[in-house]
């Protein structure tokens, strides 16, 4: 079975600091896929990155990275700098066979939210 | 362009009455999915159909029956209608379903609504 745990309900963050949201997961799969998604205010979700379980890079856009670490199964989000529009909730999620048929689906964690005071 | 479209964006209805929620994409892919998210924010996948096909099925009541008219659409159709029922419902679409690297792209999300 899979698991993903944020052990984090809420964060609260003054403007400009940065920030880490942990995401710890479970899998027995070799090759696995890990992603975050974002659900601001308004409600919809919106993907922000994926990754293979065979890249350990981490990967930066703009004022978010992320860092993967198989060793510790743990694939954390960091925002530098944060701003008051990074105010959301953030989701990781794994994917994995469904059943062991040949679909997958993603299990999802139960969400961090971050508040950051202006 | 919206890429995931979901109608009503919220509905408000009795307890006990039958209502559908419509869900088409624009992205060409071949897999639509339906989750739950709950008033705690947590996300449960409901239904998957790949190609018209219902490929995942998880544990939900009966009164709950997806309908795939074709790959670009996915309707969740909820009979007798209860309280635990109000939630947000988002659909979602990837290109095959079937691989694990596939990304979903969410729709923005149906807001229930159950008196």
């Known amino acids: 079975a899979q698991k993903v745990t944020q052990a984090q309900t809420e964060i609260s963050v003054v403007e400009k600091e940065d920030v880490t949201l942990d995401c710890v997961y479970e899998t027995r799969d070799t090759t696995y896929y890990l992603f975050w998604y974002k659900q601001p205010p308004s409600g919809e979700l919106v993907f922000l990155i994926r990754?293979?379980?065979?890249?350990?890079q981490n990967e930066i856009s703009g004022r978010y990275s992320w860092n993967f670490q198989k060793s510790t199964s743990s694939f954390n989000f960091t925002i530098t700098a944060s701003q008051v529009v990074d105010s959301a909730v953030y989701f990781c999620?794994?994917?994995?066979?469904?059943?062991?048929?040949?679909?997958?689906?993603?299990?999802f964690g139960k969400g961090t939210k971050l508040s950051v005071i202006p | 362009d919206t890429a995931v479209s979901q109608t009503p964006k919220y509905l408000v209805t009795q307890m006990g009455n039958d209502k559908s929620i419509k869900c088409e994409q624009n992205?060409?892919?071949?897999?639509m999915y339906w989750y739950k998210q709950d008033s705690k924010k947590f996300l449960k996948i409901m239904f998957s159909y790949n190609n018209k096909e219902l490929i995942i099925n998880e544990t939900v009541p009966n009164r709950f029956s997806p309908k795939s008219p074709d790959k670009a659409h996915l309707n969740l159709h909820i009979n007798s209608l209860e309280l635990g029922d109000s939630a947000v419902y988002f659909c979602?679409?990837?290109?095959?379903?079937?691989?694990?690297?596939?990304?979903?792209?969410f729709g923005p999300g149906t807001r229930l609504t159950v008196l």
């Open positions: 992205l060409g892919h071949d897999t």
């Open positions: 979602a679409s990837s290109t095959t379903g079937t691989s694990g690297e596939d990304t979903q792209y």
């Open positions: 999620a794994l994917s994995g066979r469904y059943s062991g048929a040949g679909s997958y689906q993603l299990t």
């Open positions: 990754r293979n379980s065979f890249d350990e």
